[in-house]
């Protein structure tokens, strides 16, 4: 690029930034001006425009100040390599932002079975505490079944998001409803509930017993933080549930 050189105010007009902000990413060694004149005047490049732009695209990813000096000492130099990586990183940013709205959607489609207990908003909150920098999936499946997951995702529409919303917002009410009238799980009712809940779950793992397995372990360690919406007495009901249902279909 040419090594035009732009005085602060100039360069902060160019980049669509205040000269407030330059001042302060200088004073913390973020974005150092390539010269200092001999008036004393900072003076930026091109050049500066492109770590500028990386600092931008990162605060914008919700890292802080040391984070993003931590990754720019990393950063690649090459231009086109630094757009792939923040692209891929904005990639998982919109992933989670997917998953929090399809927590928020859950909650919501509650509330036409009744108003939601305030607890199930914790897991709203849990969705959107998530890293997004990190890869969740990767803590309870393979390599080889988050490669299937994402394959799978690519096809899985806001249709399908909201069609399997309200699927699993009617069996959780009726489980609900089924463990306030303490049913026993060998009723033919509380039977119907566990037959559609493994149906669900069967869509979901496809039978690939790895992922199944993943699923139990996600269960446990996210879900089981918080109350679950169908309270104690669901969660105790819908598991003998299940236990009868899978018996009488091995047989």
């Given at each position: 690029?040419?090594?035009?050189?732009?005085?602060?105010g100039?360069?902060?007009?160019?980049?669509?930034?205040?000269?407030?902000?330059?001042?302060?990413?200088?004073?913390?060694?973020?974005?150092?001006?390539?010269?200092?004149s001999?008036?004393?005047?900072?003076l930026?490049?091109?050049?500066d425009?492109?770590?500028?732009?990386?600092?931008?695209?990162?605060?914008?990813?919700?890292?802080?100040?040391?984070?993003?000096?931590?990754f720019?000492?990393?950063?690649?130099?090459?231009?086109?390599?630094?757009?792939?990586?923040?692209?891929?990183?904005?990639k998982?940013?919109?992933?989670?932002?997917?998953?929090v709205?399809?927590?928020?959607?859950?909650?919501?489609?509650?509330?036409?079975?009744?108003?939601?207990?305030?607890?199930?908003?914790?897991?709203?909150?849990?969705?959107?505490?998530?890293?997004?920098?990190k890869?969740w999936?990767k803590?309870?499946?393979?390599?080889?079944?988050?490669q299937?997951?994402?394959?799978?995702?690519?096809?899985?529409?806001?249709?399908?998001?909201?069609?399997?919303a309200?699927?699993?917002n009617?069996?959780?009410?009726?489980?609900k409803?089924?463990?306030?009238?303490?049913?026993?799980?060998?009723?033919?009712?509380?039977?119907e509930?566990?037959?559609r809940?493994?149906?669900?779950i069967?869509?979901?793992?496809q039978?690939?017993?790895?992922?199944?397995?993943?699923?139990?372990?996600m269960?446990?360690?996210?879900?089981?933080?918080?109350?679950?919406?169908?309270?104690?007495?669901?969660?105790?009901?819908i598991?003998?549930?299940?236990?009868?249902?899978?018996?009488?279909?091995?047989?």
């Amino acid at each position: 690029m040419d090594r035009k050189h732009y005085r602060t105010g100039e360069f902060a007009s160019r980049a669509a930034v205040t000269v407030r902000t330059l001042r302060w990413y200088d004073r913390v060694g973020l974005l150092k001006p390539s010269q200092v004149s001999d008036a004393g005047h900072r003076l930026y490049t091109d050049h500066d425009l492109i770590r500028l732009e990386q600092i931008l695209a990162l605060k914008f990813l919700g890292l802080s100040l040391d984070e993003i000096s931590q990754f720019l000492q990393k950063e690649p130099d090459n231009i086109l390599d630094s757009l792939a990586r923040q692209k891929e990183m904005m990639k998982e940013q919109r992933h989670h932002l997917d998953r929090v709205i399809r927590a928020i959607e859950w909650v919501e489609g509650l509330s036409r079975y009744g108003k939601p207990e305030w607890e199930s908003l914790i897991h709203v909150i849990q969705v959107m505490q998530m890293e997004p920098k990190k890869d969740w999936w990767k803590k309870y499946y393979t390599e080889e079944q988050v490669q299937k997951l994402e394959e799978r995702q690519k096809h899985y529409t806001e249709e399908d998001a909201m069609r399997d919303a309200a699927r699993w917002n009617e069996v959780i009410a009726d489980l609900k409803r089924l463990a306030e009238e303490d049913k026993d799980p060998a009723d033919p009712q509380v039977q119907e509930v566990a037959r559609r809940w493994w149906g669900l779950i069967q869509e979901f793992i496809q039978g690939d017993k790895g992922i199944f397995k993943g699923l139990n372990k996600m269960y446990c360690s996210e879900e089981s933080q918080c109350k679950k919406p169908y309270g104690e007495k669901g969660e105790q009901l819908i598991q003998r549930a299940l236990e009868i249902y899978r018996a009488s279909q091995d047989k």
